[in-house]
């Protein structure tokens, strides 16, 4: 979920480490860092469906942020922006490394090594998002921040920089494309 | 299981996340933390300002720079083009491995024992010393004036990977949408963009080889961009005290079959 629920810890936290960052405080770039590491991380995950390939890209975020954090300038929640940074190292990887094919077959496995107990309905999910990653890219942004992380339309657009009724009909196209496969 | 009545996008949150690895988060919270501790202290400690290291730059660089010097748009094109790289194409290897920086300024990188386990090459996150700017902080590599407006789903943010030509001759490249920007780049004063090449949906792409070459008095810059399954040679040249892409040059060698071969055609 994009929400601020990794630590348990309320936006407030967030805010008092953002204003002692901005100031140069090292201890709490960490602090916030290792808040949000597993947020980074499980993003990257659902996105990419391969641990390495998210350790890699979680490297990749943590690094920039120790000087992107400065360009953050709170009309956003951090969240929201760091989910951005985090899709953006997503897609880099993505393009740049030609790697899809390959967690395209490994998906599979992990399904199978990283889900629990109902085997059928984990398969299921796993198919289903193997599908969602072959989707045009503006389709599988939409439904992978709509239903993957459940945010509201109005989230995504955000995120996405577009207006809700272009999510929406993303979405649209999204299930038309998928409708055959799924 | 078949559930043909239920939502298949409802079934989505059911992914089940793996943990991060503890040491690794440990590792790489402990990398950036340091990065972002070099950062401050060079910010504190900046050298020379950007445009003192830049006209220092631009005096080392007289030879390039006359013609254009010569002309009303000196002072812009000293602050727009900088084509330092262009100057020096000593080194007769081809383009190397693909470097994955973060946009500059880029933060200094960890040693490699930093990080509790190896990265692929063409993955690795590189030190660029590049210098702190002395004003407001902007990440990216700054558009030309005339350039379209960046697209802001991506221009910010994406990482920027970079590739060696000839000599010091560096590229910086990023796919944005559904494009692949190029950038030229110097360490004293960023990168600035010189082509946006359309990329098919799917596919992917990078420069490949790059080198100067004179021709006519002129220097051009030669890149190869290889996208998806096909290569095609760019020729870029300066033009109003901007750099950019030489269409009729680029026509003649866009199919060449390698460097010979477009060293050839731009000598007829």
Same mark, same amino acid.
């Given at each position: 979920?994009?929400?601020?629920?990794?630590?348990?810890?309320?936006?407030?936290?967030?805010?008092?480490?953002?204003?002692?960052?901005?100031?140069?405080?090292?201890?709490?770039?960490?602090?916030?860092?290792?808040?949000?590491?597993?947020?980074?991380?499980?993003?990257?995950?659902?996105?990419?469906?391969?641990?390495?390939?998210?350790?890699?890209?979680?490297?990749?975020?943590?690094?920039?942020?120790?000087?992107?954090?400065?360009?953050?300038?709170?009309?956003?929640?951090?969240?929201?922006?760091?989910?951005?940074?985090?899709?953006?190292?997503?897609?880099?990887?993505?393009?740049?490394?030609?790697?899809?094919?390959?967690?395209?077959?490994?998906?599979?496995?992990?399904?199978?090594?990283?889900?629990?107990?109902?085997?059928?309905?984990?398969?299921?999910?796993?198919?289903?998002?193997?599908?969602?990653?072959?989707?045009?890219?503006?389709?599988?942004?939409?439904?992978?921040?709509?239903?993957?992380?459940?945010?509201?339309?109005?989230?995504?657009?955000?995120?996405?920089?577009?207006?809700?009724?272009?999510?929406?009909?993303?979405?649209?196209?999204?299930?038309?494309?998928?409708?055959?496969?799924? | 299981?078949?559930?043909?009545?239920?939502?298949?996008?409802?079934?989505?949150?059911?992914?089940?996340?793996?943990?991060?690895?503890?040491?690794?988060?440990?590792?790489?919270?402990?990398?950036?933390?340091?990065?972002?501790?070099?950062?401050?202290?060079?910010?504190?400690?900046?050298?020379p300002?950007w445009h003192e290291r830049l006209a220092d730059w631009l005096r080392s660089r007289r030879n390039w720079m006359a013609?254009v010097v010569?002309?009303?748009?000196a002072?812009?094109l000293a602050v727009a083009i900088l084509p330092g790289p262009l100057l020096t194409p000593e080194r007769?290897?081809?383009?190397?491995?693909?470097?994955?920086?973060? %946009?500059l300024p &880029?933060?200094?990188?960890?040693?490699? =024992?930093?990080?509790?386990? /190896? *990265?692929?090459?063409?993955?690795? !996150?590189?030190?660029e010393p590049l210098p702190?700017?002395?004003?407001?902080?902007?990440?990216?590599a700054q558009?030309?004036?005339?350039?379209?407006?960046?697209?802001?789903?991506?221009?910010?943010?994406?990482?920027?990977?970079i590739?060696h030509g000839d000599g010091d001759l560096r590229l910086g490249?990023?796919?944005?949408?559904?494009?692949?920007?190029?950038f030229l780049l110097d360490e004293a004063a960023g990168g600035r963009q010189i082509?946006?090449?359309?990329?098919?949906?799917?596919?992917?792409?990078?420069?490949?080889?790059a080198f100067i070459?004179?021709?006519?008095?002129?220097e051009i810059l030669?890149?190869?961009?290889?996208?998806? %399954?096909?290569? &095609?040679?760019?020729?870029y040249e300066v =033009?109003?005290g901007s750099i /950019? *892409?030489?269409?009729?040059?680029? !026509?003649?060698?866009?199919?060449?079959?390698?460097?010979?071969?477009?060293?050839?055609?731009?000598?007829?």
């Open positions: 979920m994009l929400a601020e629920s990794e630590g348990e810890e309320t936006g407030d936290d967030t805010e008092l480490l953002l204003v002692r960052v901005r100031a140069g405080d090292a201890d709490a770039f960490e602090r916030l860092l290792t808040r949000y590491y597993p947020f980074i991380f499980k993003t990257a995950f659902r996105w990419l469906g391969h641990r390495t390939d998210a350790e890699d890209v979680t490297q990749s975020v943590c690094m920039r942020l120790a000087d992107a954090i400065q360009g953050f300038d709170g009309r956003s929640r951090f969240t929201s922006w760091l989910y951005r940074v985090t899709l953006n190292a997503v897609r880099d990887m993505q393009r740049s490394q030609q790697r899809r094919k390959r967690q395209l077959a490994e998906v599979a496995a992990l399904a199978s090594e990283e889900r629990a107990p109902d085997q059928e309905d984990q398969l299921r999910v796993a198919d289903i998002w193997r599908k969602v990653r072959e989707l045009p890219e503006k389709q599988r942004d939409a439904v992978f921040l709509v239903y993957g992380e459940q945010l509201s339309q109005a989230e995504a657009a955000a995120i996405m920089r577009c207006k809700e009724v272009t999510v929406s009909w993303h979405i649209h196209n999204a299930r038309k494309t998928l409708r055959d496969l799924l | 299981m078949n559930r043909p009545d239920r939502d298949p996008f409802e079934l989505l949150p059911g992914l089940i996340d793996p943990e991060p690895d503890p040491g690794v988060m440990r590792a790489t919270i402990a990398a950036s933390r340091e990065a972002f501790l070099r950062r401050q202290q060079g910010g504190r400690t900046a050298g300002g013609p010569a002309g009303a748009f002072a812009a007769p290897e081809a383009v190397g491995d693909g470097e994955q920086v973060a %946009d &880029a933060p200094a990188v960890p040693p490699d =024992t930093a990080l509790s386990r /190896g *990265r692929d090459a063409d993955s690795e !996150a590189v030190a702190a700017p002395t004003g407001p902080i902007r990440m990216g558009p030309a004036p005339d350039a379209p407006p960046p697209d802001r789903d991506l221009a910010d943010l994406s990482p920027m990977q590739v490249y990023r796919f944005v949408a559904d494009r692949l920007d190029l082509d946006s090449i359309p990329v098919p949906p799917g596919a992917s792409g990078r420069p490949g080889e070459l004179r021709r006519d008095g002129a030669v890149v190869q961009t290889e996208l998806g %399954d096909d290569t &095609a040679w760019h020729a =033009t109003d /950019g *892409r030489n269409e009729a040059l680029s !026509a003649r060698i866009a199919d060449a079959s390698d460097r010979r071969e477009v060293e050839a055609r731009l000598a007829e």
